[in-house]
């Protein structure tokens, strides 16, 4: 059984930072694509990151491009959404998502394993 837990979500001001977390336990995961979502209030789910567990390659959306970035430490089976910058349409509640591939997808079904979210609020 996959579990995934995230923490590190809160409230911050416009141009500030956040490092979000994701445990994952349940499985080895070296063979397993993770992903960060967010859902805004009346939104649909959206892609923000993705990373392949090995080797490694990252990927963005537009939107975050340049400010935020993923990372994996494999000895801890966490993976890191740091998040710089940070402006008031970041506000969402933060996915953590797995799926066992070696491609990455944007498409949020395709991934079958999810966290229960954390907050994070961005003020003006």
């Known amino acids: 059984q996959v579990q995934l837990v995230e923490s590190g979500g809160g409230l911050v001001q416009a141009g500030g930072s956040l490092r979000l977390s994701c445990a994952a336990s349940?499985?080895?995961?070296?063979?397993?694509?993770m992903g960060w979502f967010r859902q805004a209030p009346g939104k649909a789910r959206a892609f923000v990151a993705a990373?392949?567990?090995?080797?490694?390659?990252?990927y963005y959306a537009d939107s975050v491009k340049g400010r935020f970035t993923i990372s994996r430490d494999n000895a801890k089976n966490t993976v890191y959404l740091q998040m710089n910058s940070l402006k008031p349409e970041d506000t969402a509640v933060y996915y953590c998502?797995?799926?066992?591939?070696?491609?990455?997808?944007?498409?949020?079904?395709?991934?079958?394993?999810w966290g229960q979210g954390t907050q994070v609020t961005v003020s003006s």
């Open positions: 998502a797995a799926r066992y591939s070696s491609a990455t997808s944007y498409y949020a079904p395709d991934y079958p394993y």
């Open positions: 349940g499985r080895t995961f070296s063979n397993y694509v």
């Open positions: 990373i392949t567990w090995t080797p490694g390659r990252t």
